[in-house]
C-alpha cells in the first residue's frame, strides 16, 4: 500500500486529495474504489489486497475524509466537486480507462461519471445505491451521521462504530477492529473522534426537508457495463429499484448479498470474489 496525494481545485481554491495505492503502479489495468458518505479509502484495504495481483487499485479519500484536506466552504462538499476531483484523479493515473467501484455515495459519483460523454470508466461496480433513493434511508442516515462525538479510547470508539455500522454485514472482530482504527483520528485535548468533517453533511442534505432522490435519466446514459450488489435488507436501494436497474440504461448484472443492509462492507471473501470473478471476465 502507498500513501499518495494530489492537489485538485474546488471553486474556493486548491485542496490536498488523499489516496491509497495498492499493485504494480505500471499496470494498466486500473481499478478505482471510492467509499460512501462518511466513510474514506481505507475501507477497500481488504479487497486491494486481494485484488492487487490483477489490478493497480487506487481509493481516495473524498474531501473532508480520512487523509484528504477538509473544505472551508462547506456547501463544497457536493457532487460537483466530487467529479472534479476524480476527474483529477484518474488524469494523475496517466491512464485512458479505469474500472469503478463505489459505495453508495462512491457509486453515484461513478454513476455521474460513467453517463457523461467520453467517459474513462470502461466497467462499473455500483455497491447498494441507485437512480432513486428513498427519503426514507436518507432521513435513517442524516440522524446517525448528524454528530461529532468524541471516544475516550478505542474500545469507546469499537462500541460506537459497531452500533453506527450494525446494517454492514461485518461478522469478524478481526474486520471490525480494523474498520474502527480507520475510522477515527486523535481529538484535540485528548480522546478520540470521527474521520471526517461533520460538515459534509450541509450540502449532502440541503434545505429543510430530506426527500426522494431519482435521478434515472443519468442512469439510462451508461453505456459500459455494470455490476450492482445489494444488501438484502437495505432501505437505500429498494429491491424493486435494484431489479429496475437491470432493465434499463446499462441493463446491470445484480447480486444480492445476504447478512446486510445498506451497506455492505466488502469484507467478506465471498462478496469480494464475486467483484472479483464480475472484474474479470466483463
Known amino acids: 500500500m502507498r500513501q499518495k496525494f494530489l492537489k485538485a481545485l474546488g471553486p474556493t481554491g486548491f485542496h490536498r486529495l488523499a489516496y491509497t495505492e495498492w499493485g504494480a503502479a505500471d499496470n494498466p489495468r486500473v481499478l478505482v474504489c471510492v467509499h460512501g458518505l462518511s466513510r474514506n479509502g481505507r475501507d477497500f484495504d481488504k479487497l486491494a489486497g486481494t485484488l492487487a495481483k490483477e489490478w493497480r487499485i487506487v ?7 480520512g487523509e484528504s484536506d477538509w473544505l472551508t466552504d462547506r456547501t463544497a462538499y457536493g457532487i460537483p466537486t466530487y ?20 459505495t453508495s455515495m462512491g457509486g453515484i459519483i461513478g454513476i455521474y461519471l460513467a453517463s457523461l460523454p467520453g467517459s474513462p470508466i470502461r466497467k462499473m461496480v455500483v455497491n447498494d445505491v441507485g437512480p432513486f433513493i428513498p427519503a426514507i434511508g436518507l432521513q435513517r442516515i442524516a440522524l446517525s451521521l448528524g454528530k461529532d462525538p468524541r471516544f ?22 478481526e474486520d471490525w477492529r480494523h474498520v474502527t482504527e480507520i475510522s477515527v483520528r486523535p481529538a484535540a485535548g485528548g480522546g478520540l473522534r470521527l474521520h471526517y468533517d461533520p460538515g459534509i453533511l450541509d450540502a449532502f442534505f440541503a434545505g ?75
Not at 59 to 65: E, T
Open 83 to 102: 467529479l472534479a476531483d476524480c476527474a483529477a484523479l484518474i488524469a494523475r493515473l496517466d491512464v485512458d480507462e479505469v474500472a469503478w467501484l463505489g
Open 59 to 65: 481509493c481516495p479519500d473524498m474531501p473532508g475524509r
Open 208 to 282: 429543510d426537508m430530506i426527500s426522494d432522490i431519482n435521478f434515472w435519466p443519468v442512469w439510462q446514459a451508461i453505456t459500459c457495463p455494470v455490476l450492482v450488489l445489494r444488501g438484502e435488507q437495505s432501505d437505500i436501494l429498494p429491491g424493486e429499484v435494484a431489479r429496475e436497474m437491470t432493465l434499463r440504461g446499462p441493463c446491470a448484472d445484480l447480486v444480492e448479498l445476504s447478512g446486510c443492509g445498506h451497506a455492505p462492507a466488502l469484507l467478506d471473501p465471498d462478496q469480494i470474489a464475486v467483484i472479483g470473478r464480475w472484474l474479470t471476465t466483463k
Open 152 to 173: 475516550a479510547d478505542i474500545t469507546e470508539a469499537d462500541a460506537y462504530i459497531r452500533k453506527a455500522m450494525s446494517t454492514f454485514g461485518i461478522v469478524r472482530t
